[in-house]
């Protein structure tokens, strides 16, 4: 291999390292927002179902096991 053809070599891997090293931090970041969005709807979730239950009691439709 020439010199050339052999700094081009390093270039292009040097310029793939950057790229993955680049997109792996990204696709980190995407994942923490979205385990970030999740914990946040699922916490809306509980609170919707326990407004849910709250209304239901004030109404006089206390759960009934096995009812309806």
């Known amino acids: 291999m020439s010199k050339t053809e052999n700094k081009a070599a390093e270039e292009m891997t040097e310029a ?3 790229t993955m090293r680049v997109l792996q931090e990204r696709f980190l970041a ?3 927002q979205l385990e970030s969005r999740m914990d946040q709807m699922g916490s809306r979730i509980e609170d919707l179902e326990k407004n849910v239950s ?3 009691t004030q109404a006089g439709m206390e759960k009934e096991s096995g009812s309806k």
């Open 16 to 18: 793939m390292e950057t």
């Open 30 to 32: 995407m994942s923490e």
């Open 54 to 56: 709250e209304l239901m």
